[in-house]
């Protein structure tokens, strides 16, 4: 009886550690979740400071931070990053910026990120997927 306890239990562990694995996936939205941290790949770029960078085949490293409404944009090839920006949910799994206009709004959802943001006369887009 006790091998059979031991084999169950064992079982049971197995279970829930590979479903706790597979729940982890790209699909987490950032809406959702009290932590999401996701990777967006596609065009960036950035003009300001005497810089205009420009790609194709960039990224941006997306952070929600400890508040619960401010996520830090970190993007590739030197762009600098944008942190500290706070969202509103709009909608079941959309998020817009606080403050978002026609020519200036970041957009992001579990599958896309748009950019387009101006501070200080600088500029930065990305046009993402992950």
């Known amino acids: 009886m006790k091998k059979a306890i031991r084999i169950l239990g064992l079982f049971l562990l197995t279970f829930f550690v590979v479903t706790a694995v597979t729940s982890c996936s790209d699909d987490d939205d950032p809406a959702n979740n009290d932590f999401f941290a996701g990777t967006y790949k596609g065009s960036v770029s950035y003009n300001g400071d005497g810089n205009n960078i420009s790609t194709n085949d ?9 508040s619960g409404t401010k996520y830090n944009f970190a993007f590739s090839n030197s762009i600098p990053d944008l942190n500290g920006v706070e969202f ?34 600088k500029t930065w887009t990305a046009n993402a997927t992950r």
């Open 58 to 66: 960039g990224s941006v490293f997306v952070t929600k931070i400890a």
């Open 88 to 121: 509103n949910q709009q909608g079941d799994n959309t998020l817009v910026m606080v403050g978002s206009t026609a020519t200036s709004y970041i957009r992001i959802d579990n599958n896309e990120l748009k950019i387009f943001y101006t501070k200080d006369g």
